[in-house]
């Protein structure tokens, strides 16, 4: 029992990081909130407000749509624009 419990979360959670990682950005428009928290700078309340704003206003279109969302301010989005894609 226990191996198929931990291989089955861990296999998924390192396939999420190993393409993310390799291609050194997060696409901020589709990733997950586990995702999310692995751009440098976002926590799991910033990475949840991001998912919250993504359903109530659609996709993210330019970095500066991020200012939209709480807890992300000027300096957060400079330390973040270069780990993620809006694409």
């Known amino acids: 029992h226990s191996k198929q ?4 979360p861990e296999g ?3 396939k ?3 393409s993310n990682s390799k291609q050194g950005t997060v696409n901020i428009n589709t990733a997950t909130l586990e995702e999310l ?3 440098k700078g976002i926590g799991k309340k910033k990475a ?4 919250q704003y993504r359903k ?3 996709p993210f279109r330019t970095k ?3 200012l939209q969302v709480k807890g992300i301010g ?14």
């Open 37 to 39: 928290q692995t751009i």
């Open 5 to 8: 419990e931990e291989g089955v």
């Open 48 to 51: 949840e407000a991001i998912l």
């Open 12 to 14: 998924n959670s390192e």
């Open 16 to 18: 999420g990081n190993s």
């Open 64 to 66: 500066e749509d991020l």
């Open 74 to 87: 000027k300096k957060a989005l400079e330390a973040i624009e270069s780990q993620v894609t809006f694409q």
């Open 56 to 58: 109530e206003h659609g």
